[in-house]
């Protein structure tokens, strides 16, 4: 592929008859179904606990479905392409609730810091499950969705690159701490077919990646990146179009603040207080994303976004005025993906085997053929 523009928005449309050759051959799970179920859990304890120590979150529920004319949905990207389940309900209502199930709770745990009477430094880790019907099903796509999703207030003062990097270091320090404990239960993990987690993560503005591969299209950027630089990278800066004109990834425009100028390297400006995870997987070999984060809008940058989005109309939703008005806190938050991370960790080749979801069957065939057993 060449057309930057068609590697902009998400997982983007896949292709199985060239997943069939992507995937690995001679592929062996290092546990067994049970044993894997067990370690699943284990490592979800590990890092919940360890999340909320490192970061000063506490654990809270979390919707499934929202009021649509809430606003606090999240869509995504911002190119309109991924849209939630919708449904009325309310048996006997005049006017039925438009209820929608959430896509990722990004919007709601903002509003939620001050329903929790959060201060600043305080916070909340949920253990959210959403449904994202429009992404193309692969072994490490999945309609079923399930993340921790974590928020923390801040102060204007933190809103800084380096207060960024400090907490992706925690939140890393967790994930290879978790790594390191699975291990340590089940040894059989501890293989010399597959590295281990490495110890520490490199940061990459996403104007730097384009530096180094230029006439690359995206994924084949964090490709390079990770097999040539670090195998576990933290991108930052994505939304802003760089300067070849196109964003590194299309972003939502009201959560993650992607237009805040942060960085002068070389006498060039760069932008964007957020930015993925993301790491080799040796067992696909291919590049694997843990999470999204971000250090959230302000309402000077809610409204520049969103004039870039062509959402202007967003700033009438009940979420968007109360960040207009300053009624809800300053914060930095994040998604971790639960299976993806299990995945990682646990030596899988599909996130079909620490999770159950739906799955076509021309994936399952491929499966089949591939020697990967996925629950159902």
């Known amino acids: 592929m060449t057309d930057k523009r068609e590697d902009l928005a998400g997982p983007g449309v896949g292709d199985y008859d060239k997943l069939i050759h992507e995937l690995p051959d001679n592929y062996q799970s290092l546990l067994p179904p049970m044993q894997r179920m067990k370690a699943v859990f284990a490592l979800k304890n590990y890092i919940e606990t360890n999340l909320c120590r490192q970061l000063n979150l506490n654990m809270v529920q979390v919707p499934l479905i929202v ?11 911002r190119d309109g392409s991924r849209t939630p389940v919708e449904f009325p309900c309310g ?30 430094g305080e916070g909340i880790c949920t253990d959210m499950r959403a449904v994202r019907k429009d992404y193309f099903l692969d072994h490490d796509h999945s309609a079923y969705v399930d993340q921790w999703d974590w928020e923390l207030v801040i102060t204007r003062e933190q809103r800084t690159i380096d207060f960024l990097k400090d907490i ?5 320090k967790v994930i290879r701490g978790a790594g390191t404990m699975v291990q340590d239960m089940y040894p059989q993990l501890r293989t010399s077919g597959y590295p281990d987690v490495p110890e520490d993560i490199r940061f990459f503005h996403a104007e730097e990646i384009l530096d180094l591969y230029p006439g690359l299209p995206r994924k084949q950027r964090e490709t390079r990146l990770l097999l040539e630089h670090a195998p576990a990278v933290f991108i930052i800066g994505i939304g802003w179009p760089l300067k070849d004109g196109y964003p590194h990834e299309l972003r939502a425009a009201d959560y993650d603040d992607w237009a805040t100028e942060t960085i002068v390297k070389n006498g060039e400006r760069y932008r964007g207080l957020n930015g993925d995870i993301l790491v080799w997987n040796p067992v696909t070999n291919r590049r694997h994303e843990l999470t999204s984060m971000g250090i959230r809008v302000t309402r000077e940058t809610l409204k520049i976004q969103l004039t870039m989005s062509h959402q202007e109309d967003f700033l009438s939703l009940p979420y968007h005025q109360a960040i207009i008005s300053d009624r809800i806190p300053l914060s930095i938050g994040g998604g971790i993906g639960q299976s993806r991370t299990f995945m990682y960790l646990l030596r899988t080749a ?12 021309e994936l399952k065939h491929i499966c089949m053929k591939k020697n990967i057993h996925l629950l159902e």
């Open 91 to 120: 048996l006997g209502l005049d006017t039925p609730i438009q209820a929608q199930i959430v896509q990722a709770a990004t919007k709601w745990k903002r509003m939620a810091l001050q329903q929790f009477g959060c201060r600043v």
């Open 168 to 172: 992706v270091r925690r939140i890393w």
């Open 67 to 77: 009021d649509k004319e809430s606003g606090v949905n999240d869509y995504l990207d």
């Open 350 to 361: 599909h996130l079909g085997e620490v999770t159950v979801s739906v799955w076509p069957k």
